[in-house]
T-cell receptor, first 115, second 113 residues
Framework: SQTIHQWPATLVQPVGSPLSLECTVEGTSNPNLYWYRQAAGRGLQLLFYSVGIGQISSEVPQNLSASRPQDRQFILSSKKLLLSDSGFYLC??????????????FGPGTRLTVL | AQKITQTQPGMFVQEKEAVTLDCTYDTSDQSYGLFWYKQPSSGEMIFLIYQGSYDEQNATEGRYSLNFQKARKSANLVISASQLGDSAMYFCAMVRGYQKVTFGTGTKLQVIP
């Protein structure tokens, strides 16, 4: 069966510090991968998605970046965190078929607080 | 641009009664999918139900059904026989090319004993 992992589960970082959040998927190959951010009490905002190794698409310009160094690994980074980067970050995967809309499976999330 | 609108920020329902959570969407695509997810206070996103734009029958999954009215661009979630464990945030979402999903702002459902 497929599983998706995210770490860390919670993170408190000072403004201006770097960030690295990791997401890995097991039990599937060539998934589409996604990073979402959820501000407190709000819906999910798609940040990045990737259809393959090294292929990253950004949905919202910001000081975050994403990388996909391996097929089942997706990393969210920042060189300098802002207060507005605080939120709940969710990674998700879906089977990569383009013309069939499949359920996205979400990881447990990382709760980031920037102070 | 695609947009999902959930006009009910909060809803209350008596245990064992049915409740409808509203969702309208805006897209110029002919092919799309609509989802409902549940998010308990723990934060995890739980898939509930899916409706394809070409599906003629309304989707059902146990106590969940999706009232799909394509001409009105609405995809309301109906929960029958509400349970205390149904208390959570509910998100309507639409998927388009490359499986990109747009989420609504959510409805907080509280089930009253």
């Amino acid at each position: 069966s497929q599983t998706i992992h995210q770490w860390p589960a919670t993170l408190v970082q000072p403004v201006g510090s770097p960030l690295s959040l990791e997401c890995t998927v097991e039990g599937t190959s060539n998934p589409n991968l996604y990073w979402y951010r959820q501000a407190a009490g709000r819906g999910l905002q798609l940040l990045f998605y990737s259809v393959g190794i090294g292929q990253i698409s950004s949905e919202v310009p910001q000081n975050l970046s994403a990388s996909r160094p391996q097929d089942r690994q997706f990393i969210l980074s920042s060189k300098k965190l802002l207060l507005s980067d605080s939120g709940f970050y969710l990674c998700a995967w879906v089977a990569g078929a383009i013309n069939v809309y499949n359920e996205q499976f979400f990881g447990p999330g990382t709760r980031l607080t920037v102070l | 641009a695609q947009k999902i609108t959930q006009t009910q920020p909060g809803m209350f329902v008596q245990e064992k009664e049915a409740v409808t959570l509203d969702c309208t969407y805006d897209t110029s695509d002919q092919s799309y999918g609509l989802f409902w997810y549940k998010q308990p206070s723990s934060g995890e996103m739980i898939f509930l139900i899916y409706q394809g734009s070409y599906d003629e029958q309304n989707a059902t999954e146990g106590r969940y059904s999706l009232n799909f009215q394509k001409a009105r661009k609405s995809a309301n979630l109906v929960i029958s026989a509400s349970q205390l464990g149904d208390s959570a945030m509910y998100f309507c979402a639409m998927v388009r090319g490359y499986q990109k999903v747009t989420f609504g702002t959510g409805t907080k459902l509280q089930v009253i004993p």
